[in-house]
């Protein structure tokens, strides 16, 4: 194929007085992630899906073809596509359908919702939502445990309908009592593994159910959206994954790195492709237990399918859970809360299962790892198959929390950081209670030492963790502030705008094994551009906050055109 494309592109090439493009963009300020000076670079065109020339625009539209639309950006800034490199695409069409409470901060809010969405549905139907942390709510709930509020007056509104919270690191909820009944909680119940039942100092349960906990609640849930018929599922997910597209398309993105799907979601995205109803390319992660791994994993490697917007080729495990639910695996314990070192939410033995058979069938290997104590033992297990073959690039998801003994180590092993710069100033309100000031600053969120070690950083959201917004992840890689407060969290580890570009263009594709395809502005590479009105190279930091996106091109086509910001 790769072949093909550099015939082609060559034919054009010599023929290029008679070529008639597609689109032809044209501006002052193209940064196209490639190698090399770009500065005297003005204008891209585009036949169909690919480019076919980068150069200056009195040459290129010297040939162009009447009927070739030219878009002219002027002072704006064209990018290659901004690639998200870690999300949870039909978590987000999910979101943009239930509940969302990534913006609100006080527990009163959030119940408000709840209720006011209660009191619209019939006895019976489950109330669902996500997005709510405690550590960035401004209001302590009263008569509550850890932070956390107790479920009582909650259950007492909503006592005709279960209702199931997840937080916003998905890694605990919060349920009423009616969803406890159904799920067979009781006051009696115990922890199981790598999980934990809040409870308060009286042994009463406070709501909160923390990562393999949850497992009763989503099997419940499960159950209950199982007595909508075949066709209503379906329908019900194929909304959400349209409205998860066009959330992308609004916001810049035009490929997404999905981590971790089922084999049920990985035929859905399948299908669309084939059948031409993606608009946005998908590079997904299967996720599924072990044990339903092993007949079925040769089948579902598949490669740029439906025209490059499909591709599933890794596999998604989990060492531990997330700081915010104390389910972050620690060397050491949490700094306030004594003798506990966090979740081992996946037994290591499962995870080094998994990786031999990523290594098999020629697939990455992807590992939620957020503490220390996880990122070390991925990283064991990633070193002993890279000595046997070199650039596996396999994939530490989240990498959030580095023992300095193992930044080194990434380099060695060829591990990719898959990181998500937002987390970093979203979590900063609680990092250094959880860790102590001195973990804080030498480990978390490592993402200059890492890039000054050669390691390759795959920036992304993590979205519905966070909002999508790529503009406020930019703005937190570069200045490591949040937008609220102010807030600093150790700005020397903070990316240079040319380290957090790549991290969403070239280094993103490369942590997914298509920097040949995509990632950079190049002869023969996917036509897919991100054009916003502020030049994120020269710009002020004050100013990235309100940039605003102006088209969003996905295979030489605008797949989204800001016209009110245009107009202006």
Request: aromatic share 8%; charged share 25%.
């Amino acid at each position: 194929m790769k072949f093909y494309i550099l015939l082609v592109v060559l034919l054009i090439s010599a023929c290029t007085p008679e070529i008639e493009y597609d689109l032809v963009l044209i501006g002052d300020n193209i940064y196209t992630a490639a190698e090399g000076d770009s500065s005297d670079i003005s204008a891209i065109a585009v036949v169909e899906d690919r480019i076919v020339a980068v150069g200056d625009s009195n040459s290129i539209m010297q040939n162009i073809h009447p009927g070739a639309r030219v878009v002219r950006m002027g002072d704006g800034f064209i990018m290659p596509g901004l690639i998200e490199g870690h999300g949870h695409f039909s978590g987000l069409g999910s979101l943009l359908q239930n509940l969302n409470f990534l913006k609100d901060t006080s527990w009163a809010q959030i119940m408000q919702k709840v209720v006011t969405k209660a009191e619209s549905m019939d006895a019976g139907e489950w109330v669902f939502g996500r997005g709510w942390h405690q550590e960035k709510w401004t209001i302590t709930p009263e008569n509550g445990f850890d932070g956390y509020p107790m479920h009582d007056e909650l259950s007492k509104l909503t006592s005709k309908n279960p209702v199931l919270l997840i937080h916003a690191s998905g890694h605990s909820l919060y349920a009423n009592e009616e969803a406890m009944k159904l799920a067979g909680i009781t006051p009696e119940s115990l922890d199981p593994v790598g999980g934990r039942i809040v409870k308060n100092d009286q042994g009463d349960i406070v709501g909160v159910f923390e990562e393999r906990a949850m497992t009763p609640f989503k099997e419940t849930y499960k159950e209950y959206l199982d007595q909508l018929d075949e066709e209503e599922q379906l329908a019900l997910w194929q909304e959400g994954i349209d409205l998860a597209q066009q959330e992308c398309l609004e916001n810049g993105i035009t490929s997404f790195q999905d981590a971790g799907s089922t084999f049920e979601e990985l035929d859905r995205y399948e299908q669309r492709a084939k059948e031409g109803n993606l608009d946005v390319r998908l590079w997904v992660m299967l996720r599924e237990k072990n044990k339903d791994l092993d007949d079925r994993i040769s089948s579902y490697r598949k490669v740029n399918l439906g025209n490059y917007f499909y591709t599933c080729r890794a596999i998604k495990s989990e060492l531990d859970g997330a700081l915010g639910a104390y389910g972050a695996w620690l060397l050491k314990p949490y700094n306030d809360k004594p003798g506990f070192v966090g979740q081992n939410t996946t037994p290591v033995s499962d995870v080094e299962s998994i990786a031999k058979k990523c290594f098999e069938n020629d697939m990455q290997l992807c590992v939620h790892a957020i503490g220390d104590r996880a990122n070390k033992e991925t990283l064991d297990i990633m070193a002993s198959y890279n000595e046997k073959t070199p650039g596996l690039r396999w994939r530490v998801e989240h990498a959030q929390h580095l023992n300095p003994n193992d930044i080194n180590r990434f380099k060695e092993t060829g591990a990719i950081a898959s990181m998500q710069a937002v987390h970093c100033t979203s979590d900063a309100p609680f990092v250094v209670k959880r860790l102590g000031d001195m973990r804080a600053k030498i480990g978390a969120y490592a993402w200059k030492a890492l890039l000054r070690n050669g390691v390759k950083i795959v920036n992304g959201t993590d979205v519905p963790v966070e909002d999508i917004d790529p503009i406020t992840n930019f703005y937190s890689s570069v200045t490591r502030t949040r937008l609220d407060n102010g807030m600093t969290f150790f700005v020397e580890q903070r990316m240079s705008r040319e380290e957090a570009l790549r991290s969403y263009t070239i280094d993103a594709a490369y942590g997914a094994f298509e920097e040949d395809l995509k990632g950079s502005i190049e002869v023969g590479k996917l036509a897919d551009f991100t054009i916003i009105d502020t030049n994120w190279l020269e710009c002020s930091d004050d100013e990235i906050p309100d940039t605003k996106v102006l088209y969003t091109i996905v295979g030489g086509e605008i797949k989204y055109e800001n016209t009110e910001a245009l107009k202006q």
